[in-house]
């Protein structure tokens, strides 16, 4: 069975940091594209960034490059987000998703989804 745990999500003031978790089990991690995305109401969930399977690349969304760290940890068959000078507007359900197939971070190519956690950006 295959389960995806997101953790680490809070509340942060604007330009601090956070480091949310996806602790895989039922699969291993690195023989899949992982990927992050975020929701908030009203609006589609957005890709944030994905590793990719083939290459083990690492690919971000416009929004979110230069201030967001995506890595894995196999030994954990963890995947971490690494978030640093938080914005507003980056307040959002944060989940993670695998997939085996595919290269690209849209959310409806995944297959395989964690529950979310809450990161609220707010001073």
């Known amino acids: 069975q295959v389960q995806l745990v997101e953790s680490g999500g809070g509340l942060v003031q604007p330009g601090g940091s956070l480091r949310l978790s996806c602790a895989a089990s039922?699969?291993?991690?690195?023989?899949?594209?992982s990927g992050w995305f975020r929701q908030t109401p009203g609006k589609q969930r957005e890709g944030v960034g994905f590793?990719?399977?083939?290459?083990?690349?690492?690919h971000y969304a416009d929004s979110v490059k230069g201030r967001f760290t995506i890595s894995r940890d196999n030994t954990k068959n963890t995947m971490y987000l690494e978030m640093n000078s938080l914005k507003p507007e980056d307040t959002a359900i944060y989940s993670c998703?695998?997939?085996?197939?595919?290269?690209?971070?849209?959310?409806?190519?995944?297959?395989?989804w964690g529950q979310g956690t809450q990161v609220t950006v707010s001073p």
């Open positions: 998703a695998v997939d085996p197939m595919v290269v690209d971070f849209l959310p409806r190519h995944y297959d395989y």
């Open positions: 039922g699969l291993t991690l690195d023989h899949y594209a």
């Open positions: 590793i990719s399977r083939q290459d083990g690349s690492v």
